[in-house]
């Protein structure tokens, strides 16, 4: 979940960011590096997640070693629908890459807009949102707020790999003044669906220590919050130092961001509201003159 969640944020959002950025050969060195590494986190961590699910899915329903005929099962299922629709366009989004000789064609950026919403429709009808009712408002909630981590998250991977000498000249000046405008809008708009869902899960805050999923929410919000006060000071050096002075204090926030996409992922597979507690069972029966307590 993990490699599949974080490859995917990484990859839609550094590259709808460094489509913008001026084309030297150092850019389009780690350019390309680093949307190679998040696609194949993406394919290979969907293909794992979804292997695994099949496992899962044999072991419950089978008690038995996996055989073909469970495939069925996991494509009837819910979960496993939304993995392979990932698979399948993270295989499109692989053609795409390879025809990176298009990328400025009207063409390319359509298809490559259809595929990462489907990405991202994918992640997020597969957790937690597709369990809430209206479902289809919590799934675009969801959606949205996937976008605004990917816009953020994937703009810092794309300045910590452009490299320092980049940054100095004109064009990475205006590429970071741009993030850091962009990112003025994302972080609310994180925070805001962030909090909107947390209620909706848990119901209230009153019981979200109770949980593995509430107690691994308030850490994520903790680093969180280290991350905020990490780009608060890359802001500050931005707009005093200029953009070749924020590539340390990117990579750090790129760094959290990434414990922060790891416990996401963690918290999909646990519940956010305690179990019922146990309640005392009375019930009488009664049939052809015999009384059962």
């Known amino acids: 979940r993990f490699l599949s969640l974080g490859g995917a944020l990484v990859l839609l959002g550094s590259l709808a960011w460094l489509l913008l950025l001026g084309a030297t050969a150092d850019a389009r060195r780690g350019a390309r590096r680093l949307i190679n590494v998040a696609w194949a986190a993406l394919l290979v961590g969907s293909l794992a997640a979804f292997g695994l699910f099949g496992a899962e899915v044999s072991a419950g329903t089978l008690g038995t070693a996996f055989t073909p005929s469970v495939w069925g099962d996991i494509a009837h299922t819910q979960t496993g629908r939304m993995l392979l629709l990932r698979i399948v366009f993270a295989v499109l989004f692989g053609g795409l890459i390879a025809a990176r000789k298009f990328r400025g064609a009207g063409w390319w950026r359509g298809a490559a807009a259809a595929a990462a919403v489907f990405v991202l429709y994918s992640c997020s009808a597969s957790g937690h949102p597709n369990a809430q009712d209206p479902r289809v408002l919590w799934i675009a909630i969801d959606m949205l707020h996937l976008l605004a981590i990917a816009i953020w998250i994937g703009g810092l991977f794309a300045i910590a790999v452009v490299g320092r000498g980049t940054l100095s000249e004109p064009g990475g000046e205006r590429f970071a003044r741009r993030f850091s405008l962009a990112a003025s809008v994302t972080v609310p708009v994180i925070i805001a669906t962030g909090v909107a869902q947390t209620l909706k899960l848990a119901g209230g805050l009153d019981d979200v220590t ?30 005093h130092d200029g953009a070749a002075s924020i590539r340390r204090t990117v990579i750090a926030e790129a760094v959290l961001g990434v414990a922060v996409v790891a416990m996401a992922a963690g918290m999909v597979a646990l519940p956010p509201v305690p179990p019922a507690p146990a309640q005392p069972f009375n019930e009488q029966l009664a049939s052809n003159g015999l009384l059962a307590l």
């Open 210 to 239: 109770a949980t593995d999923w509430g107690r691994l929410l308030l850490t994520k919000v903790t680093v969180v919050a280290a991350l905020l006060a990490v780009a608060g000071v890359s802001r500050w050096l931005l707009h």
